[in-house]
Nanobody, 121 residues
Framework: QVQLVESGGGSVQPGGSLRLSCAAS????????MGWYRQAPGKERELVAD???????NYLDSVKGRFTISRDNAKNTVYLQMNSLKPEDTAVYYC???????????????WGQGTLVTVSS
């Protein structure tokens, strides 16, 4: 079984920074895509950024230039460095991994439990 543990959420003033981490546990052989989604109150969940095992990344237009996604394949961990945060970045941020092979089982996707990011003065 694969589990995701997220950390790093919290409250910050506009213009501030936060770094989210998501560590995958289990007898993992490989993870294809690791990413972060967010869901603000009353809104649909949206992709913030994701990154493949080879390092190709993809970003939501509104976070380009402010957020940076990275991963440590040896630690099965993905990070999201969030700078110049804005009130509209306030949301629950979820980690999602796709195409995971663990204990000879392939998991199409696994979601984390979410971590709250609040940007407010």
């Amino acid at each position: 079984q694969v589990q995701l543990v997220e950390s790093g959420g919290g409250s910050v003033q506009p213009g501030g920074s936060l770094r989210l981490s998501c560590a995958a546990s289990g007898r993992i052989f490989s993870i294809n895509v690791m990413g972060w989604y967010r869901q603000a109150p009353g809104k649909e969940r949206e992709l913030v950024a994701d990154i493949t095992s080879s390092g190709m990344s993809n970003y939501l237009d509104s976070v380009k230039g402010r957020f940076t996604i990275s991963r440590d394949n040896a630690k099965n961990t993905v990070y999201l460095q969030m700078n110049s945060l804005k009130p509209e970045d306030t949301a629950v941020y979820y980690c999602r991994v796709r195409d995971v092979v663990a204990s000879f089982v392939r998991y199409p996707e696994v979601w984390g439990q979410g971590t709250l990011v609040t940007v407010s003065s």
